[in-house]
């Protein structure tokens, strides 16, 4: 297992183990790494027990090597950076997957894809919990939950098509290793043969050197036979060079081809000890073993213990300082734990605290989905706390879920609630939009827009075209009603001219001195006054100029205060029958007369008690003179006001007695 692999090695997966494809099944196993050895020898170098740690990185390399040397390709992994797919959303995922088994050797991105594919179920899986949660806090049964997502269907085909061309590469290696394997073992045969033939020593050695170079061509064969092959072939190369004790000279010039070679191998392993790129020194010291072990035979036994022992202390120096690594590293874990717990923590201070307000909520869960980015990106685990870790996450994440979604749920059931509301005034408006009760309906208009105003919200999707349905209807009967005032507006306009028309010639009349001559003509002003309906509002005041002008006029002709009340009181009887609700309008009068009739006769009781504290006071106390004279007024305007209630009663009984004639008529017919 390279030292980049084991770095960058995905919280979810296992560093401790190497897993392969085997040849033979095409499923993974672990490889036995028993059957490795270091440098192998027959003399008592070999009997030296070696440390613990130094047998553990020998075996780590070993193994290495073996599965590299089961595929040229194989090897090819190592220069495959391993980013922290931990940190990756499903997307994103499923992206590197693609640029994987599209431009990569499958058989070289087997830890990669293994560390997606769990990522990204995780991720999955709470993302569909999260689904679920929403499903039924809306109502839903959850044996009726279905949910398709593109990034899971995208994610099961490329994953397909990785498995397929997986298992399609393993069985044509299959047939290869096997041949492979037969040719090792016959080339073995080969070598073990050259001891008991009797040819000239100069041909067996070229036979021998024509067995080595036949040895490194030879292809992969399966991891499972890797070490027990080698260890056998290098066995005999041994007992092959033992036999060369006949000829020293060719043994003696390979022993010292070996040497030469081995100390180059050992001086690059020393400078490798101080290499600051661990996962570089590591990989490079993979090789190096490979060579040692694979392309060079023996040296002379006099050599052999102090070339291991100088290659394996360099190893060793190696080890070690990726041993720090992985102390210092572990240490990193523990912190990023801590991170990792507080996020849990603070997600789990937002459930407590979910808000019962959506805009609040809204941020709520955005600082949600801030802590959820944040313990991704908090970095790795221990290694035995990580499913806790992330069951801790996933639960306080399900139970903010699960509040926000009842939140949701009742804010759903209020909504419905405020359309059916709504719906409602929406019928009204639409019912009235054509109305021409325009006091009723106007009135009834402003009631429905301000009770729509009070209404909450209603659903996104039916929002803006209830709204739009209201406002047209009720913008068709405003525009109406504004049509109608434009048209009246101008009407009360030439009123207002002509009314002024009328009080300059009134201005401009001059009193003949026979009061019953001028009595009449006043009235002609009045008659025609009648005649001329109503002006803008914000010009009512004419009316109050010309009723002043009246009064003078008649106070000069000595026409007394109640009989000029009285003559003027008929052009309010005709607003009245010009009014357009005439019954409201009379009732109306009616009421307020009557009011001012019960006023002057509270005043005139008031005032005649008063009198009576001054009963032996003359008559010709100012005080008294007072009191008498505002008695007297008041009498006078009792008067008045029930001489108006009399026409107003006679105005009424008018109009219901024509109208009685109007129904006597049409039941005629």
Known sequence: MSEDKEQQQPENS???????????????????????????????????????AETDVMNEIDDSNAE?????????????????????????????????VKNEKVQAIRK???????????KFDEFLEEKKEEFLSNGGNEIDFRYNSVDKRQFNEVYTEYREKRNQYYKSLEKSHKENLSYRLDLIEQLKALVNVEEDINTTYNNFKDIQAKWRHAGPIPRADYNNVWKTYHHHIEIFYDFLNI???????????????????????????????????????????????EDLGPVGKEHREEIWDRFSAATKLIHERRQDYFKNLDK???????????????????TENVSSNHGTLQQQIKKLEELREAFFKAGQVPQKVNSKTWNNFKGAVRAFNQNKNAFYKNLKKEQQENLDKKRAL??????????????????EMKRIQGQWKKIGHVPRKYSDKLWKEFKTACNHYFDRLNALKNDAYKEEEENFKLKEACIERLKDFKLSGDKEK??????KFTDEWKTYGRVPFKKKSINQKFDKIIDALFHK???????????????KIQQLTDNDDQERAIQNERAFIRKKIDESKTEIRQLENNLEFFSNASESNPLVQDVIKRVNQHKESLAAWKAKLKKLNILKNNLQKEADDIEDKTEEV
């Open 332 to 350: 990193i874990k523990e912190e990023n734990l801590a991170r990792k717990n507080a996020i849990i923590e603070e997600i789990n201070a937002l």
């Open 426 to 443: 929406l019928e009204i408006a639409v019912s009235l939009k054509d109305s021409d009760d325009w006091d009723t309906t106007t009135s």
């Open 14 to 52: 296992t560093a401790e183990s190497t897993i392969t494809e085997t040849t033979n099944s095409t499923v993974e196993e672990t490889a036995d790494i028993n059957d490795i050895q270091s440098e192998p020898t027959s003399d008592s170098a070999t009997d030296k027990k070696e440390p613990v």
């Open 112 to 122: 990669h894809v293994d560390t997606i594919k769990d990522e990204f179920n995780q």
């Open 68 to 100: 590299d040397a089961e595929d040229t390709d194989t090897v090819k992994r190592h220069e495959i950076p391993m980013p922290d797919y931990h940190e990756m959303n499903m997307e994103n995922l499923v992206g590197e997957l693609q640029r994987l």
């Open 557 to 571: 002709t000595g026409v007394s205060k109640q009989e000029s009340e009285l003559l003027k009181y008929g052009n």
């Open 247 to 293: 000829n020293r000279e060719l043994r003696d010039l390979d022993f010292k081809h070996n040497l030469e070679e081995k100390t180059k191998i050992v001086s690059r392993a020393e400078e490798l000890s101080k290499e600051p790129d661990l996962n570089r020194a590591f990989r490079e010291l993979q090789v190096l073993h490979k060579i040692w072990k």
């Open 518 to 523: 001028d009595v009449a003509s006043i009235k």
